[in-house]
């Protein structure tokens, strides 16, 4: 640093506004140019008696009156669009009291009916999941095998490969609209293989792939609805192993060709490290 | 409402029309609440949020303008063009954004005013003598002047009045300055020395005069 670059930075530095290095580096000018200090010390001093002799012009307080008063004058104007001034409180709390009349007194019919059709809802809502589950949990079993199947037929097995849990994870986050959790269960026997996006129930999901000797698992992930909260079941379709289990948040349907005991202890485990997370 | 809502996938297609009828009424009353208190309830955000810096906006607006009456016009315009954007203002500096309305509404009136000094076209030759004979030692003597300090601030074109009534008297970032002169970070540090060149210039002449 030399005398005509300190002095174009003075002002920079006086200020604080400069990086650690370049500050660095005028210190050490200083500390070397009598000069230059001097100029310092000089504008240090100027600035700060200029700054504190430099008359503040506060607000008097009836620019805060009429300010205030101009605030109310505009929104009572927005909300009776007729331009004349009048007093903001009680227009506020009579257009207020209109609008309540007007849920509560005249639209009661109205009420009546939706409470009915709310009812109609809650029934058909509860009864016919119910009477549709298996055939639904079928069709969905279908489609995750053939979702497992396509990834390893096609070469597409994850679109993030990585065995660690911090560049999957935020990889989904950024392309699903929730949050799942990954976690590496390489020491339980099962290796964190990738992550991948899929598409399954009409929603996009998030699949993780692990691994199992030589087989892969898997393991489809999407927020839970609340009409799918149901024990942990496992099926067997077309030689493919199921299991399906639901947390506070996710739908979990893991998929592969290990066992069933395998896949229940992967279950176990993914279960264990995610609670400790 | 989530489970009304929820309820929309468990009908199919069929149902179309009763669960739009439910989602309907589901909605009606929250729309109810909310949007008729918003005004009143704005307003009292709105001023939470920006009468405390309600000096700040009138001590820039009194510099640039420098008449009492313009500051305070300027000002009350200033709020009440905030008020009407800010339910676009998400930021956390509240100060700063209505400080950089309150800059432009200034400027506003200053340009419809013809005002001379908008820019640092600046004659040299009348505030560039006669003080050369005037050491830093000196005008240090003077600085702390309150009137002389004015009368040489006031002297300064506005740009360079604006640049040291944020930085000295609110103590703003340069990032911050930058965002409400809306120049580059890069050209505060400069403008800013400039301004305090000139205001020494200013003082010394004054000083000068005295003599």
């Known amino acids: 640093m030399n005398c005509e670059e300190t002095t174009k930075l003075m002002d920079g530095y006086l200020d604080g506004e400069l990086d650690a290095i370049t500050n660095q580096a005028i210190e050490q000018h200083l500390r070397e140019c009598h000069n230059c200090d001097q100029a310092y010390k000089t504008q240090r001093s100027l600035i700060r008696a200029i700054g504190n002799a430099t008359p503040y012009y506060k607000a008097p307080s009836e620019l805060r009156e009429r300010i205030q008063s101009s605030l109310r004058k505009e929104i009572a104007e927005q909300s009776n669009g007729s331009g004349i001034p009048v007093d903001a409180r009680p227009l506020i709390a009579k257009e207020h009291a209109e609008s309540r009349s007007i849920l509560f007194g005249t639209s009661w019919n109205w009420l009546a ?26 069709f969905l079993a279908t489609q995750l095998i053939a979702s497992h199947v396509r990834s390893l037929m096609a070469n597409h097995l994850t679109d993030v490969a990585s065995s660690d849990q911090h560049t999957v994870k935020p990889w989904l986050d950024a392309k699903l609209d929730f949050a799942p959790a990954v976690v590496d269960l390489s020491t339980d026997g099962f290796p964190l293989i990738g992550g991948r996006l899929d598409y399954l129930d009409n929603r996009p999901v998030a699949a993780l792939i692990y691994g199992r000797r030589k087989h892969f698992i898997n393991l489809f992930v999407w927020p839970a609805g609340s009409n799918t909260i149901g024990a942990a079941n496992a099926m067997s379709h077309q030689g493919y192993q199921l299991l399906h289990w639901v947390d506070s948040d996710f739908n979990y ?25 | 409402m989530a489970l009304l809502l929820n309820a929309e996938h468990a009908f199919g297609l069929e149902d ?27 307003l009292m955000s709105f001023e939470a949020a920006m009468l405390p810096h309600l000096d700040a906006a009138h001590n820039l607006a009194r510099w640039l303008l420098r008449n009492e009456q313009d500051a305070q016009d300027v000002v009350q315009e200033a709020y009440l063009r905030a008020f009407k954007s800010f339910g676009g203002f998400h930021g956390s500096n509240g100060r700063a954004w209505l400080l950089t309305i309150v800059r432009n509404t200034s400027y506003t009136l200053l340009k419809k005013n013809h005002a001379v000094d908008l820019t640092t076209t600046f004659d040299e030759e009348i505030h560039g003598s006669g003080h050369e004979s005037v050491s830093p030692a ?17 002297e300064l074109p506005a740009e360079f009045r ?43 002449a004054r000083i000068g005069k005295e003599k």
């Open chain 1, 113 to 138: 009916l939706a409470a009915a059709i709310v009812f109609a809802a809650v029934i058909v809502w509860n009864v016919v999941p119910r009477l549709q589950r298996p055939a639904a949990d079928q």
């Open chain 1, 253 to 277: 349907w893991a998929v592969s060709d290990v066992n069933a005991n395998d896949l229940q202890t992967f279950k176990n485990k993914f279960e264990e490290q995610t609670s400790r997370h």
């Open chain 2, 16 to 42: 179309f029309e009763s669960t739009a009828k439910i989602v309907k009424f589901a909605i009606v009353p929250k729309k109810h609440e909310e949007p008729d208190q918003s005004p009143k309830e704005e």
């Open chain 2, 138 to 154: 000196t005008i240090l003597e003077h600085a702390e002047d309150a009137e002389l300090v004015k009368q040489a601030m006031d």
């Open chain 2, 162 to 204: 604006e640049i040291l009534a944020l930085r000295h008297q609110e103590g703003l970032s340069y990032k911050e300055i930058a965002d409400i002169a809306q120049i580059p970070l890069g050209t505060v540090m400069s403008r800013l020395a400039r301004a305090r060149d000139k205001l020494k210039e200013c003082l010394a």
